[in-house]
């Protein structure tokens, strides 16, 4: 594993993966190159529109007080309520002048080494479909609804901008020492399920928070979920829930404090010490943790989603 720890990688490049590292076997669309690129954003109709704005409105409904301010800035930024799916060209170039980072469109989900590629090189890979109205509430696969208003506003922020660049900088690495499920709980519990401590009250940042009109309350105020201060050697140990909300939600104090804690942290030694399977289930509060609130986990002794149990 020593040359593991000392290769400078060059991420100008898809690498070289060696055949013990796993990567998920997803067919290439015959059309589509090794980018995994679409050549051009899906051509949406009026429903499509209409269900973007639909969606937009139901979360701005719940956003003002519980988003971040961050995010909330960065809709404002790229304008994205503007009206319709927007179209990635016009808000890669808002974004760029921003942050340098572009938005892509991919069929859907792409191999890990790609994303990973992509996020390292400052460009977000967003799937082009959106959703029905018969999926309107919930849906399984991120659509561009989930992925653009979710991920693409915090893309403005400096700081998590560079924090995005390093977590896709690090991906090839976790692949190389069979340890991607803890960099994945990273991302789980940050850019996806993270909440942000600002001045008037905890506030949410993450996409997967954001995008959905359920979890936002629930994140942010419901008596049920720990909210734990976030250290990332924690945070990677510990298991998380795919289909429902999180019994858990990890806080940072500031962006610069996340990347602080990612970009310093040696993650060769980390990998090493790690067992290969998460040490914490995902409602566990452990000795270590600075707790900011423990969870009743009344929401999920319930039973959680289908059980008709209030997200409480
Ligand atoms: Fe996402």
């Known amino acids: 594993m020593a040359t593991t720890a000392t290769q400078e990688q060059d991420f100008s490049r898809l690498p070289e993966m060696p055949a013990e590292v796993f990567t998920a ?20 109709d009026s429903d499509d529109d209409a269900i973007w704005d639909d969606l937009f409105a139901r979360q701005m409904e719940v956003l003002p007080g519980r988003a971040a301010s961050a995010f909330l800035a960065g809709l404002d930024k790229l304008d994205l309520g503007r009206g319709g ?15 340098g980072w572009s938005v892509v469109p991919v069929p859907m989900l792409i191999p890990d080494h790609v994303f990973f590629w992509h996020l390292a090189n ?15 509430d919930y849906i399984q696969e991120p659509d561009v609804f989930h992925d653009v208003f979710g991920h693409v506003p915090m893309l403005t ?44 009250g905890i506030k949410a940042y993450g996409a997967g928070i954001l995008s959905g009109p359920t979890e936002v309350v629930y994140a942010t105020q419901a008596k049920s979920p720990n909210r734990i201060i976030l250290n990332v050697d924690r945070v990677m140990r510990t298991d998380y829930v795919i289909s429902d909300l999180q019994p858990t939600y990890f806080v940072i104090e500031s962006f610069e404090d996340l990347y602080r804690q990612t970009v310093e942290r040696d993650f060769d030694r980390l990998y090493r010490n790690l067992p290969p399977a998460f040490t914490y289930a995902n409602s ?29």
């Open 157 to 200: 922020d400096p700081t998590f901008a560079d924090y995005m660049q390093e977590y896709g900088k690090a991906g090839w690495k976790a692949m190389r020492y069979n340890r991607l499920k803890a960099l994945g709980a990273l991302y789980w519990y940050t850019v996806e399920f993270g909440l942000i401590e600002e001045a008037d």
């Open 25 to 44: 076997p997803l067919q290439r669309p015959g059309h589509l190159g090794e980018d995994w690129l679409e050549p051009k954003q899906t051509e949406y």
């Open 85 to 99: 799916v927007p179209d990635f060209a016009a808000m890669s170039e808002d974004l760029g002048k921003l942050t």
């Open 122 to 136: 400052r460009r977000f890979p967003a799937g082009n479909f959106i959703r029905t109205r018969e999926t309107f």
């Open 284 to 312: 566990a509060v452990i000795d270590v943790d600075n707790v900011v609130n423990r969870g009743t986990q009344e929401y999920l002794l319930r039973g959680g989603r289908g059980s008709g149990a209030k997200p409480v």
